[in-house]
T-cell receptor, first 117, second 113 residues
Framework: DTEVTQTPKHLVMGMTNKKSLKCEQH?????MYWYKQKAKKPPELMFV???????INESVPSRFSPECPNSSLLNLHLHALQPEDSALYLC????????????????FGEGSWLTVV | AQSVSQHNHHVILSEAASLELGCNYS??????LFWYVQYPGQHLQLLLK??????LVKGIKGFEAEFIKSKFSFNLRKPSVQWSDTAEYFC???????????FGTGTSLTVIP
């Protein structure tokens, strides 16, 4: 069925640390996304990858660095984060890029809860 | 500016009450419409979606939504809510010209047993 797997589920990191969030999907989807969600707020788009190439960067600070090693994997490398970066980071995928009439639906992973101390 | 509006920020209902959550969007062209639910501490789950065809869409857990093109609306309904429906509900739209999801601000539903 639909499954987007994210690891770790919880991460606590200091402001000088370097860590990575990982996302994996085996649905053959060719578009993958990173979203950031604060409590009781809608998800905010960060990055979109299409066919392993960065398609959209929503003016995200360079302390967040995405990487798409292959069509099934999406990483988000974190370095020198700030406490305000603490949030739920959601990975998502869709069969293709999202355009009306494409019939594509976006599927979300369970997210990685990030706390920056 | 293009937007998705959810007018009800917080709704409190008793069990067995009927539910209707509003969603309006401002795109003029072809759109795909979605409702997602997020239970406390959990991830976003797709409730239902509209791409084309019958404007009354049935989803999981007894939810349905009606697309009214003339009103640019896609309201979510459930005839009888349960305590387990307590969650955040997000409407989302993707438009022909866009390559991303536009989420509404969300509605927090609390169902009192």
């Amino acid at each position: 069925d639909t499954e987007v797997t994210q690891t770790p589920k919880h991460l606590v990191m200091g402001m000088t640390n370097k860590k990575s969030l990982k996302c994996e999907q085996h649905m053959g989807h060719r578009a993958m996304y990173w979203y950031k969600q604060k409590a009781k707020k809608p998800p905010e788009l960060m990055f979109v990858y299409s066919y392993e190439k960065l398609s959209i960067n929503e003016s995200v600070p360079s302390r967040f660095s995405p990487e798409c090693p292959n069509s099934s994997l999406l990483n988000l490398h974190l370095h020198a984060l700030q406490p305000e970066d603490s949030a739920l980071y959601l990975c998502a995928s869709s069969q293709g890029l999202l355009r009306a009439n494409s019939g594509n639906t976006i599927y979300f992973g369970e997210g990685s809860w990030l706390t920056v101390v | 500016a293009q937007s998705v509006s959810q007018h009800n920020h917080h709704v409190i209902l008793s069990e067995a009450a009927s539910l209707e959550l509003g969603c309006n969007y401002s795109y003029g062209g072809t759109v795909n419409l979605f409702w997602y639910v997020q239970y406390p501490g959990q991830h976003l789950q797709l409730l239902l979606k509209y791409f084309s065809g019958d404007p009354l869409v049935k989803g999981i857990k007894g939810f349905e939504a009606e697309f009214i093109k003339s009103k640019f609306s896609f309201n979510l309904r459930k005839p009888s809510v349960q305590w387990s429906d307590t969650a955040e509900y997000f409407c989302a739209v993707n438009a022909r010209t866009g390559n991303q999801f536009y989420f509404g601000t969300g509605t927090s539903l609390t169902v009192i047993p």
